[in-house]
């Protein structure tokens, strides 16, 4: 039964792409239209989705907030016992106590009770300074988590207002749908249709979009070999360098790296890069362009402005929450280690790299 709703949803899929039948369609939609209505129904199946995300990530803020603000009150109950102790050690050196026990020393009438009192003294000295160096990690920590807990509420306050916005979208688009549903006189068939649009995508489409993206990132961490061994890759002038990588040999070491880039090549063009590629019925197309990245640490990331599916847009939310899933960069200091990128540019068939020494 499984192989036949798969089969099933992939003859429905099929139909939804070729957008060639009056009799599906009916003769109120032309094509376009049919296309469009789909394309919003799988946008809102996505955004969905990434609502949920957002909900889930708002639940384990929340539960990491509640559980720093009880460390908080435990620390700044620890922090009220250490600061009375190091308030003790304070006033200790502001009355001269510890010059007294200072001045015995200096003052010992023996080799051995000079050896005795310095030990004394050595000891008492050692607790001081314990009891203030608890003090000072006790309040260190204590900021630490006032820290995390700012940071918490900030993080709760922006996904507040994506979750709002994105309710606000699915909500427009749902209105859109059942506005063209509610005018169509074949509103059952379309219905249909995307419901199947959905199945196939949510049970064969997102798995297989995000195998490309994984056979990717595993071979952008084999890159920086590959640029190495390459004769010409890299240049340099001055305390500059450059790194340059032509499309055709980007595509040969994908298809070293994995099989499923056979039919899935790379273009560059001027400050744009598109991947494209079709295996069995499935068609992906990326387009998307690189930026150089400081943080967390020196990167030449890539960034996915669209991305395409079986001739259908998916949403920013899907591209987003791929681009978090899948490291699609690469890092510059992996190929020299005492550089770091500062520029990256694509034009026909090149993608360029400028580094510089990195003292």
């Not at 450059?242 to 273009?267: C, H, K, S, V």
């Amino acid at each position: 039964m499984k192989g036949r709703s798969a089969i099933a949803a992939l003859v429905c899929a099929l139909l939804c792409i070729q957008l060639t039948s009056t009799y599906v369609y009916g003769e109120d939609y032309s094509p376009e239209e049919t296309r469009a209505l789909l394309q919003k129904s799988l946008s809102i199946v996505e955004i969905d989705h990434e609502i949920e995300r957002i909900e889930e990530r708002q639940q384990q803020l929340g539960q990491e907030q509640q559980l720093l603000q009880v460390q908080l009150r435990e620390q700044e109950n620890e922090i009220h016992i250490q600061q009375d102790r190091a308030g003790e050690v304070v006033r200790s050196y502001y009355m001269g106590e510890r010059d007294s026990l200072l001045m015995a020393v200096l003052g010992a009438r023996s080799l051995k009770d000079l050896f005795v009192l310095y030990d004394y003294y050595q000891i008492i000295i050692g607790r001081d300074r314990a009891v203030l160096d608890k003090y000072q990690e006790r309040y260190d920590s204590m900021l630490q988590t006032s820290l995390r807990i700012s940071e918490t509420t900030d993080e709760l306050n922006v996904l507040k207002a994506g979750l709002q916005n994105q309710r606000k979208r699915v909500a427009a688009l749902q209105n859109e749908v059942d506005g063209e549903l509610a005018k169509s006189d074949n509103a059952a068939a379309i219905q249909k249709l995307m419901e199947e649009l959905t199945n196939y995508w949510e049970n064969i489409g997102i798995y297989e979009v995000k195998r490309y993206f994984k056979a990717l990132a595993a071979a952008m961490q084999n890159l920086p070999q590959f640029i190495q061994e390459q004769n010409g890759g890299i240049s340099t002038t001055g305390t500059t360098y450059t790194i340059r990588i032509g499309q055709d040999e980007l595509n040969a070491f994908l298809r070293e790296q994995d099989p499923i880039f056979e039919n899935f090549a790379f273009q560059f063009d001027e400050n744009k890069i598109t991947a494209a590629g079709q295996r069995d019925e499935l068609q992906l197309s990326i387009e998307g362009h690189y930026t150089v990245e400081n943080e967390p640490q020196n990167s030449i990331r890539f960034h996915v402005n669209k991305l395409v599916f079986n001739q259908f847009e998916l949403p920013d939310t899907t591209r987003r929450m791929l681009e978090r899933e899948f490291d699609l960069g690469f890092y510059p200091q992996k190929i020299l280690s005492f550089v770091k990128a500062t520029e990256v540019s694509t034009s026909k068939g090149v993608l360029e790299v400028k580094l510089a020494i990195s003292f």
